[in-house]
C-alpha cells in the first residue's frame, strides 16, 4: 500500500532501521513520561478530533429523539455535517426547543 496523506497526496515515509526506531520510541516515552505532554502526531489529532465531533454528533441526535421522537434522516445528515463546533452550541441550545420546529429554523440559520 502506498502511503498518502489525509488529502490523498502520495507521500514518502522514511523507514527507520529496527534499533532506531526502538530508540525513537523509547526517548518519546520518556519525553512524555518526564514532561507529561503526549507525542501527537497530526493524523492522532485528526482523528482525535473526528471521533469527538462524532461523539458529539451522537450525543445530541440521542438527547433530541428522547425529547422529540424520531428525527427525519435528512435532519440527522445535516447535524452529522456540522462541525464540533455547532454541534456543541447544539446541544445547549436544544434544551430551550418546544418541539422540531425549532430544531429546523436553528439549522437553517447555521
Not at 518526564?34 to 482523528?47: A, D, F, L, W
Not at 454528533?57 to 463546533?85: C, H, K, N, S, Y
Request: charged share 30%; aromatic share 6%; hydrophobic share 40%.
Amino acid at each position: 500500500m502506498v502511503p498518502r496523506s489525509a488529502h490523498g497526496v502520495l507521500v514518502r515515509v522514511p523507514r527507520l532501521p529496527p534499533e532506531l526506531e526502538n530508540k525513537l520510541w523509547q526517548e518519546l516515552t520518556t519525553l512524555e513520561c518526564n514532561k507529561r505532554m503526549p507525542y501527537v502526531t497530526s493524523v492522532e489529532r485528526i482523528g482525535y478530533q473526528r471521533g469527538r465531533q462524532e461523539e458529539a454528533g451522537a450525543l445530541v441526535q440521542r438527547q433530541l429523539r428522547r425529547r422529540f421522537g424520531p428525527l427525519a434522516q435528512e435532519t440527522e445528515d445535516q447535524i452529522v455535517a456540522l462541525p464540533l463546533e455547532r454541534v456543541e452550541a447544539l446541544g445547549e441550545d436544544l434544551l430551550d426547543f418546544n418541539s422540531l420546529v425549532d430544531l429546523d429554523a436553528w439549522l437553517r440559520r447555521h
